[in-house]
């Protein structure tokens, strides 16, 4: 919340006599016609810019809106003068143009946070997208032949070396893949689920309403805590497609608990004549605990245990662009890329093109924790991160004291909101509260809200009654603390 000038007093303190001096309103004959405002010199210039539509349009409503105040005896005079006109209107064009995607820091702890835009692009990622962008490509075009080409072989290659796979097609993202994996090979047919694995995404986005999205129907087996192979076995019947494993990335079911585990169950499947699919989610390439992480299991790992379709996710622990990963065995997925459905999910080219570069990242793995900035957070040192903090301890302290207290502060953050969100990182950053105790809600909203609207919006987490902006994501520090002069708490 902005601080009032020393200069300005309020309540009994004002002057009596200051009722005694209204301030002056205009007239709605006092706004000038359209195009006397568009030939104003600073709307002249932004004609020039931007083009006469876009500036009258902004210019038309904008005198709408003063008319109407002019009208109400609300408009000061002021407001009409030729200068003020042409910085008013300035100013909505700016915030017209002004795109609503925008570029913010990541301070809350999260790294791969679903509602900032999961995992962040490799430079070299960013690079191919812009080289692909900038001139007609071989999308769905055979160099070698000079035909028609299958945009999918861009990164099939790829998928298949990098997991064991057979085959491989992908998807514009993870909900995606497992609906046309379900529709392609068990529509109007029944698909063997344990209750423990009938997740919900985000978005209310739940395994039963895909399953019938896809036109399949669910049989579940088991119970939300326990399931044995002979509950799979009891269920099939000459109406089973698809037996379902489904990796619950995004909850934890601890204490009185069984699961059949990939390897028995597509033993079940096999000796029935029937697939096995598996939903891993957060799709990790290799292995995580490598790096100190969580261990996750792997498509590769999925494969070798006779899974006969792996799915899993793009944007999420693999460090790429929104995607949707269909892996496994020539004959399933040359049905599952066969299917109608297929057209409509495909992604185009520019996730395409930062998927293969992201992929080929992983043919360097000693590389890898540099060059792919989702695993360079998650593995980024603590030292480091504490380092940053108080970089931005001192350039924040300043500009909040008296009002705050700041301190730099041990964190516990997350890898995802929605991949792995019960595992901790050990983190740091810097924890904010109110001096002014009673009030420190209506403060702390304040300051996050100052922070949102700082040129690069700034992202934290209120918890405990303070404001934390975990450092964990932020790499350069000048990008937040060159800003300090814009924050108005």
Request: with cysteine.
């Amino acid at each position: 919340m902005a601080r009032p000038p020393e200069s300005v007093v309020h309540g009994s303190q004002a002057p009596q006599t200051a009722a005694h001096h209204p301030v002056a309103t205009a007239l709605p004959q006092q706004l000038p016609a359209l195009d006397k405002l568009l030939r104003l010199p600073g709307v002249a210039a932004a004609v020039a810019a931007h083009g006469h539509t876009l500036v009258a349009d902004t210019g038309r409503a904008l005198l709408a809106d003063w008319r109407v105040q002019a009208l109400a005896g609300a408009l000061p005079l002021d407001a009409v003068a030729p200068a003020a006109l042409a910085d008013a209107l300035q100013q909505r064009l700016a915030a017209r143009l002004a795109p609503r995607m925008q570029q913010v820091l990541n301070l809350t702890g999260t790294v791969i946070h679903t509602n900032l835009g999961r995992a962040l692009l490799a430079d070299a990622a960013l690079a191919h997208v812009q080289a692909m962008m900038a001139g007609p490509n071989n999308l769905e075009y055979d160099l070698a032949t000079g035909s028609r080409g299958d945009r999918d072989s861009i990164v099939e290659g790829l998928l298949c070396e990098l997991t064991g796979a057979e085959a491989a097609t992908v998807v514009n993202n993870n909900a995606a893949a497992v609906l046309l994996t379900l529709a392609a090979l068990a529509r109007g047919k029944e698909v063997i689920v344990s209750r423990g694995e009938l997740v919900e995404i985000g978005g209310a986005f739940r395994m039963p309403d895909v399953m019938e999205s896809a036109g399949a129907r669910l049989v579940e087996v088991g119970t939300t805590n326990r399931t044995h192979p002979a509950d799979y076995e009891r269920a099939i019947t000459d109406q089973t497609a698809l037996l379902m494993k489904v990796h619950t990335s995004n909850y934890q079911v601890q204490g009185f608990t069984s699961a059949v585990d990939e390897a028995t169950l597509a033993g079940i499947a096999r000796a029935r004549g029937l697939p096995l699919a598996t939903d891993l989610g957060s799709g990790a390439l290799v292995d995580m605990a490598a790096y100190g992480l969580p261990r996750e299991p792997t498509p590769q790992e999925m494969l070798r245990a006779g899974c006969g379709v792996v799915t899993f996710s793009g944007d999420k622990l693999l460090g790429g662009p929104q995607a949707g990963l269909i892996v496994g065995s020539q004959e399933l997925i040359s049905r599952i890329r066969k299917f109608p459905m297929k057209r409509a999910l495909r992604m185009s080219k520019l996730p395409l093109a930062a998927l293969e570069a992201t992929l080929m990242l992983y043919q360097q793995p000693e590389h890898l924790a540099q060059a792919l900035p989702t695993l360079r957070l998650l593995t980024r040192p603590v030292a480091d991160i504490q380092a940053t903090a108080q970089a931005v301890l001192a350039a924040l302290a300043p500009v909040l004291a008296p009002r705050y207290s700041v301190e730099v502060v041990a964190l516990q953050g997350q890898i995802g909101s929605g991949s792995l969100p019960v595992e901790r990182l050990p983190s740091a950053g810097v924890a904010i509260a109110p001096v002014d105790a009673p009030r420190s809600g209506r403060a702390l909203d304040a300051l996050a809200t100052a922070l949102r609207q700082l040129p690069l919006p700034v992202i934290g987490r209120i918890a405990d009654g303070r404001l934390i902006l975990d450092c964990r994501c932020l790499e350069d520090a000048s990008s937040f603390t060159q800003q300090m002069p814009f924050l108005r708490p």
